[in-house]
């Protein structure tokens, strides 16, 4: 099919658009390999102009072959398709870039002529190009059902058609069976890191929920785990197995007798222990509950002795939290509640009394609009706030960055939470009431609100409540940070991060990397420090008592370098193999990667708490390029062996370090 | 290029063109791009074979660069643009041994030369003159008109002027009033200046091996300096033959052996050919493009089999179509010049892009909002290309392209 038949009538495309392509097509084909870009732009317009009218998908399918072998990705980031990602494709599609926006739909439109056997490519074989597109499916499942993301809406209509119609084209070829438990297995995966941003994870359980009613006479999917993932969000216990409705539910509340009630608490804490999601149901329970049986509250929360501990410590104040926060459309709180009250931080004097300050706090209208915007309107923003608040506390490791280039002041709310919440709710607090922080750095204050807009130029997207209000400021205060370091030599992070972070942050910098050459340096000593400050038979098996902020090299599934990044080490230990492994924290969203050369980096199965990401100390080494230590906390340790400096160093040189030796 | 065929010649390219790049990326010839310093940076990184050199007037550097290629073992030297003949002429009368050549490239280089040496051939040319300054420029418009039996105060007869050797529409002005003298600058001098003919004009394509002509073709103009289609429509066509025999005569009178010229004509009202000028280069307005679109072979490749002493005769045959016949339908250009003074973005009409016509365009949005005033031809802003099976449904379409805004 290496030429579309033009007697054959192509579903309705219009004749003069498919004209147009061919011309474009011919004249692309007809470039020599060197000059091959000055014919791309004009095939790639007549290629958006046919996606986004009628027909358009399949008649650019029909062409895909010949595009691809005219040379239409020749030069691009979609060259190679052994080397592109699935989980990299929503991104583009949602980037508004017309030019990725087309090469990624004929991106895929190629994989599905190989999965289909059309198309005989030399990189990819029919089961992998299948595999791509399950893949690619199960994380873009909304375009498949047309729901409405915020990114959707800015779309332009007709891309937002055409995309509909390619993943229609799809979910054809693969089979809904496959996707479904693609898409599964997928929810699972990201679950087990316990984000606190679940918003399109609920959106991919109500579709799969759709799906599977509508499915249900054609072929019954096998579904494993779908189950508990819809129940555990529409219903969880079993007097809301029906799904009955919010108002319907807390007004059979009333009706039940003492055992059925203890029987919903208990259903609706073990549904949300085991999948992370919270119902909707749960909050009218809570709210019941907090109204008329307090008894029955550390059930409905599904706390452990150390939570009912703390809670019967602060009854009152959790009864508060719940009344001001705990909302049906903030449901996924109490999750956060339940795992504040594990921690048992309300017994760190300031926290308690911060809570309460956060319970009265009145926003400035800049805060308040802001939180609007991303959340809408019910409940009110103080609400929404304070659900955010609750969340953070209680998930350190649930924050995420979002679809934005924040990944310190991510790391930093992260950090705060997990070491130091006191100072995290004053930051709040600031932020949101004032519209300011303040920080200061090697004496001199830094304030937030005189400053311009740092990384993130636009609004944030896609994050929580807390780092709504926060990541602006500390986004900005960050440049700044940066703006005072210009001119000196080296790193900035070697002076930003202690004084951004805190007191705890290690005062001795140790970085691999040259920066004005941005060669390599003493490989050997960056690996004996780090093992020296970190890995237990080195430092006197002292375990880490701060997180502490490090810097990545990212490298993609290829092993090649991508770009510097922002993470928190939280423990070093040995896993239930014996094998040390450094565990960490990633704001990006989704922490299971391949960083290529066998490193694929774990989120579960590997002693893993929730939201912390691990790999084996050497493979982690091998591509960490800034980290902090004290030298004068560490005991005289033994040296690292020549073979596993040996062992960091060869990956470093077969992956990011390639060029820096 | 890495695999070419050592039978063929060893090309150098005189100007730098990534049409012409293209084609001998795709050809079968061992070939060198001789152009100025500032594209050297680009044929590195496209490792694109390349020597960096400056031309300029003619002047005893032209001896050194002949040796050198002579050197490297290049047959011919085939010029892309105006600028550049005369330097093919003068290398390749090194290459080839063969002064009279840059004799020749002089000739079609200098439009009053050229007008002379046609009228020499018994070449039918309109009443011309050489202008050194503006007087000249008044007293050849007032004696235009003044044989036209014009009285003062009647609207006169526009004459043309045309800068001796700049290409095609640069520095070509129609001249109607001493006010339009005035606007002439000073750099544009001396200039040839014609009287105007009433009438037809097109332009031909020839490629000439052997003294031959090995295929013709007729472009037709839809207007001037804006658009253009090929093959020409039938009416145009009819003249076939008659071209063929004015462009014979031009190969005697020029006493052309090889290579391309590309002359034009106007045919009066009497149905009389006069000749216009010749140039030994393509067309600026990529007619090369749009025959490749009908005809489907590279118009840059048969220039450079012409110029290939190496070239043999089967070769030739094999390489060309039947004009006219072979053609599928017509596509013409349309040059953008933007009609307003002040600009914010491209925006192509919707009379434009729906037509079935339409193919695609090389516009791109304004780098400044300030549309400079254009005094003579020109440059346009970018190409805008159709193709259709019908060449009155074109030539319509392309003359409805002029009062389309592009630019708003």
């Known amino acids: ?661 | 290029m890495t695999d070419y065929n050592p039978d063929k010649g060893y090309i150098a390219l005189l100007g730098w063109s990534l049409s012409a790049i293209d084609a001998m990326e795709k050809f079968d010839r061992h070939y060198l791009i001789v152009a100025p310093s500032w594209a050297k940076e680009y044929a590195e990184a496209h490792d694109i074979p390349f020597l960096a050199w400056d031309f300029e007037r003619l002047n005893e550097k032209s001896f050194e660069i002949a040796q050198t290629l002579k050197e490297m073992g290049i047959d011919v030297a085939v010029p892309l643009f105006e600028e550049t003949v005369e330097w093919a002429g003068a290398i390749n009368s090194v290459l080839l041994d063969n002064p009279r050549l840059l004799g020749q490239s002089m000739l079609l280089r200098d439009k009053s030369l050229m007008k002379r040496r046609a009228q020499l051939g018994g070449i039918r040319v309109g009443i011309f003159e050489e202008a050194h300054d503006r007087a000249d420029v008044v007293r050849f418009l007032r004696r235009v008109n003044q044989t036209l039996l014009k009285l003062d105060g009647d609207t006169n007869d526009p004459i043309h002027f045309k800068a001796f050797d700049l290409a095609g529409c640069m520095g070509h002005r129609v001249i109607r009033t001493a006010d339009d003298v005035d606007s002439i600058p000073d750099e544009d001098f001396p200039a040839l200046m014609e009287s105007h003919l009433d009438g037809w004009e097109f332009a031909a394509e020839a490629w000439i091996h052997d003294g031959k002509i090995r295929f013709l073709n007729i472009s037709e103009y839809v207007r001037l300096g804006y658009s253009v289609f090929v093959p020409a429509s039938p009416e145009l066509e009819a003249l076939r033959d008659k071209v063929e025999e004015e462009i014979k005569k031009l190969i005697k009178a020029f006493d052309i052996k090889f290579g391309f010229i590309h002359p034009e004509y106007f045919i009066a009202n009497d149905d009389v050919m006069y000749f216009g000028e010749v140039a030994y280069r393509p067309p600026g307005f990529k007619v090369f493009e749009l025959l490749e679109r009908v005809y489907g072979f590279n118009a840059y490749q048969g220039m450079v089999m012409m110029f290939d002493p190496k070239t043999t005769e089967e070769e030739i045959e094999a390489f060309f179509p039947t004009p006219v016949k072979d053609a599928d339908g017509h596509a013409g250009c349309f040059g953008v010049y933007p009609r307003n003074r002040v600009v914010s973005k491209l925006s192509i009409p919707e009379e434009t892009e729906n037509h079935p016509y339409f193919e695609w365009h090389e516009l791109s949005e304004p780098m400044e909002s300030k549309v400079a005033k254009r005094s003579a031809f020109g440059n346009h802003w970018g190409l805008v290309y159709f193709h259709g099976e019908d060449a009155e449904t074109l030539r319509d379409l392309l003359k409805a392209q002029e009062k389309l805004d592009f630019y708003v």
């Open chain 1, 1 to 661: 099919m290496s030429e579309a038949n033009p007697t054959q009538p192509e579903s309705g495309a219009d004749p003069v658009l498919l004209k147009r392509l061919d011309a474009a097509i011919g004249r692309l084909r007809n470039t020599s390999d060197k000059l091959k870009m000055r014919q791309q732009q004009p095939a790639i317009e007549q290629a958006e102009r046919l996606l986004t009218s009628p027909g358009g998908v399949h008649a650019c399918l029909a062409r895909i072959v010949s595009m691809d072998e005219a040379g239409i990705f020749v030069g691009t980031d979609w060259n190679h398709p052994a080397r592109l990602k699935p989980v990299l494709v929503r991104h583009t599609l949602e980037s508004g870039d017309a030019t990725a926006l087309v090469l990624e739909t004929l991106s895929e439109l190629r994989f599905l002529a190989i999965a289909g056997g059309q198309y005989a490519h030399a990189e990819v074989s029919s089961e992998e190009a299948h595999h791509f597109l399950a893949q690619v499916l199960g994380l873009n499942l909304e375009r498949l059902f047309g729901s409405q993301t915020e990114v959707a809406r800015f779309q332009d209509p007709a891309w937002t058609e055409a995309l509909a119609q390619l993943f229609r084209c799809l979910a054809e070829e693969i089979g809904y069976g496959r996707i479904f438990d693609a898409v599964i297995s997928e929810i699972w995966r990201i679950l087990a890191q316990r984000p606190i941003q679940t918003d399109r994870l609920k959106a991919m359980v109500a579709q799969l929920s759709l799906w599977s009613r509508e499915s249900s006479n054609e072929q019954s999917p096998s579904g494993w785990g779908a189950d508990r993932l819809v129940s555990a969000l529409f219903g969880p216990t079993n007097e809301c197995r029906e799904d009955p409705g919010a108002d319907a539910y807390e007004a059979k509340l009333s009706t039940l007798d003492e055992k059925a009630l203890a029987q919903e608490a208990a259903g609706m804490a073990r549904a949300m222990h085991d999948t992370g999601l919270v119902s909707a149901y749960h909050a009218v329970l809570l709210r019941h509950l907090v109204a008329f049986r307090t008894d029955l509250v550390p059930d409905c929360l599904g706390l452990s002795s150390t939570g009912r501990e703390n809670y019967n410590s602060f009854a009152e104040l959790t009864h508060a939290l719940v009344d001001k926060a705990i909302h049906v459309e903030t449901a996924q709180s109490i999750y956060g509640l339940s795992l504040l009250l594990e921690r048992g931080i309300l017994h760190l004097p300031p926290t308690a009394p911060a809570l309460w300050r956060q319970i009265q706090l009145k926003l400035s209208p800049e805060s308040a609009q802001r939180l609007i915007d991303s959340f809408g309107n019910t409940p009110e923003p103080e609400a929404r706030l304070l659900a955010g608040v609750i969340s953070i506390l209680g998930q350190p490791l649930g924050v995420g960055q979002g679809n934005n280039p924040t990944c310190q002041a991510a790391r930093a709310i992260a950090m705060w939470s997990y070491t130091d919440p006191d100072y995290l709710l004053q930051l709040v607090a600031w932020a949101a009431r004032d519209n300011e922080i303040r920080m200061s750095f090697e004496g001199e204050s830094i304030s937030s609100g005189n400053l311009n807009a740092g990384l993130a130029k636009s609004g944030l997207v896609d994050v929580d409540p807390v780092s709504a209000i926060l990541v602006p400021h500390l986004d900005r205060v960050y440049m700044e940070m940066g703006r005072l370091c210009a001119g000196r030599e080296g790193d900035p992070h070697r002076w930003i991060n202690p004084e951004m972070h805190g007191w705890w942050v290690g005062r001795q910098f140790n970085i691999v990397v040259d920066v004005p050459t941005g060669k390599l340096t003493d490989i050997e000593g960056f690996v004996q420090r780090f093992y020296a400050a970190f890995h237990p038979d080195h430092n006197g098996g002292q375990p880490l008592i701060h997180p502490s902020p490090a810097g990545i090299a990212v490298t993609d599934s290829a092993a090649r370098f991508v770009g510097w990044h922002a993470i928190a080490i939280v423990r070093v230990s040995r896993d239930p193999s014996g094998e040390v492994r450094v565990y960490f924290f990633n704001p990006n969203n989704d922490s299971g990667q391949d960083w290529g050369d066998g490193i694929k980096v774990s989120t579960s199965g590997n002693g893993e708490f929730y939201g912390e990401s691990s790999v084996p100390i050497a493979d982690f080494t091998s591509r960490l390029y800034i980290f902090h230590s004290d030298p004068l906390e560490q005991t005289a340790s033994q040296p690292v062996s020549s073979d596993e400096v040996e062992k960091v160093r060869s990956k470093i040189a077969s992956s990011w370090g390639q060029d820096r030796l």
